[in-house]
């Protein structure tokens, strides 16, 4: 069937998104043509807005809206225990257990040699600082069990332990493959409380 010009554009933008197909597509363009003019204007300035403000905490790499995030400027955190993560839905993930009570640094990606993605691609070096400056006694690594993530923890735990600190891997009750985003509180709860030494 052929779409109006309009229609088609913004059905061809939502089959942008990850996981969406055509016919998903076609429904939430539709899904928008029925909105009224004034939500659709506040869905557009959300994302406007979101795109233009929400950017990589200078510290710990997490999305935020403020520089430094929520979570590095609160009091409340452990100081010095850090949780190493692939991106952002880890932290929110993680965050969602409420087990968790110290600091995070996220690595923006994972070592990938098929997708020409090395250590120097992500936020290690910085990493490794942070480890330094705050006097960190044991860094957490929260990393997904695949061929990528096991490369990325072999690789995190040459460089942390000559370092002199605790380098622990959190326990996976996660299937091979599986992503933290996804996974249940109570298994990300289990998997936290089961960490072991790398």
Do not use: W
């Not at 055509?22 to 869905?43: E, H």
């Not at 994302?47 to 403020?66: F, G, I, T």
């Amino acid at each position: 069937m052929q779409f109006t010009p309009p229609l088609a554009r913004l059905i061809e933008q939502f089959q942008k998104f990850p996981g969406i197909g055509p016919k998903s597509a076609q429904r939430m363009a539709f899904f928008v043509l029925g909105m009224s003019k004034d939500d659709v204007t506040q869905f557009a300035d959300a994302l406007v807005d979101a795109k233009e403000r929400v950017k990589n905490c200078s510290r710990c790499y997490h999305l935020s809206a403020q520089d430094p995030c929520e979570i590095c400027t609160s009091e409340r955190r452990e100081p010095l225990v850090m949780c190493v993560v692939a991106d952002s839905k880890d932290v929110i993930a993680l965050e969602r257990t409420r087990e968790f009570k110290g600091r995070y640094h996220v690595l923006t990606g994972l070592i990938s040699p098929l997708e020409g993605k090395g250590p120097d691609q992500l936020s290690i070096r910085e990493l490794i600082n942070r480890v330094h400056t705050d006097g960190i006694k044991e860094v957490i690594l929260a990393i997904n069990p695949t061929i990528e993530g096991d490369a990325t923890v072999l690789y995190l735990n040459n460089v942390l332990k000559p370092l002199g600190i605790k380098v622990t891997r959190i326990a996976f009750g996660l299937p091979m493959g599986a992503d933290l985003e996804y996974a249940d509180d109570l298994t990300l709860s289990r998997a936290l409380e089961g960490r072991r030494e790398v």
